[in-house]
């Protein structure tokens, strides 16, 4: 670990990463499970991070990576001789500049999927109607706090850090198509969805892409649907058992099913894997962290604080 995180370290230096960055990143590495431990390991490798952090010397060429973590085909490559790069076996620019959207590419880059254009079209309106920017929003809150003091960079690294979280934004889509999974499996056992959802509420089990407790019933939802109506996609199968989920939770507990919920089961009818689709989705809500990190930085600016350097 102590190789790892002194190479991740080195490497982010090179490319010019701040203080603040390293460590981030040298935590990212060694992912301690608790705050306790997260502080124990600085103060235990604070040498190695600044030794690593020392390098003045920028990249000379591309970075490696180490033979157990290279996959058996790698997801891209530069391909020098062509002129080109590489996605998933797709040239860039001989096969995907001017005739695949960039929604489109982005689905196939990070999860393989080949989306029609209708549902590439979809998928961007379903981004738009995530567009939630409120500063009270806890991670923009966040972000607009650090703008106000640092700077755009470390405004949107803060944001990116408090947005990926179990409980909110991208984790809820992909956790809500496994419950749909396991839906699916118990159903093939002869259980129906009712059953599995009492026997689950009744351990206690929280039921991701469901409820929304300090806003209440999601305002979004409503366009979803029409959306999924327009684009054909209210009728397939994943979509058709979220409705029974909602259903369900109106009637026991007067929730209801929340966007990230429909927006998993719409990804799934897709052909998304749940980790694929909550990944395609930071592209949303990137969007928010972006805009408030550089109106945060100018606002902070008209209110006379200088950003950090």
Known sequence: MTDKIRRNVELAAMCGAGPAALVTIAL???????VE??????????????????V????????????EIRGAEEIARVVPEAADHEIRG??????????????????????????????????????????????????????????AHADFTHAVAAGVCAMLNPNMAVAPVGAFMSVLDRL?????????VEQQLDLWT????????VGRPVLGPDERNAQIHALARQHGCDLGSSFRLAKRVDAHFRLKKRISINSAGLQGA???????????????????????????????????KTAGHAPAA
């Open 184 to 192: 699916d499996e118990g159903m093939r056992a002869g259980k129906s």
């Open 202 to 209: 009744s351990r206690g089990e929280r039921i991701a892409g």
């Open 90 to 147: 797709r040239r860039v620019f001989r096969d995907l500049v001017g005739k695949r959207s960039f929604v489109q590419v982005a689905a196939f880059a990070i999860d393989g999927v080949e989306l029609s254009r209708s549902d590439a079209d979809l998928l961007e309106q379903l981004g738009i109607n995530t567009q939630l920017l409120d500063p009270g929003i806890w991670p923009i809150n966040i972000i607009r706090r650090v703008a």
């Open 28 to 34: 990212m590495t060694a992912r301690p499970r608790t």
């Open 37 to 54: 431990d997260a502080i124990d390991f600085v103060h235990t490798h604070r040498a190695v991070i600044a030794s690593a952090a020392r």
């Open 266 to 300: 719409i990804m799934r009818d897709m052909g998304f894997t749940p980790r694929g689709a909550s990944a395609f989705c930071v592209l949303y809500f990137m969007v928010p962290i972006l805009a408030h990190a550089t109106f945060g930085e100018e606002a902070g």
């Open 56 to 67: 003045q010397s920028g990249p000379t060429k591309l970075a490696e990576l180490e033979p």
